[in-house]
């Protein structure tokens, strides 16, 4: 995984938590169920990054 898909990943994440907190803070249900869907699609290319690396693992290991 890059370290710019990683953090842009991360960002997302961040940017969808504090929509989050401030939908929450301002009673705004449309707001806190978009930080929730940005959180959760963050996370979601996060876990992709880190299935691919794993498998980029194995074939290294396999070609050794």
Known sequence: MSLTDKAKN???????????????????????????RQQAGGKAKQAGEHAKDAGKNVKDAFNR
């Open 10 to 36: 991360k960002a997302q994440e961040m940017v969808g938590a504090a929509k989050e907190k401030y939908g929450d803070a301002t009673d705004n249900e449309q707001m806190r169920a978009q930080g929730s």
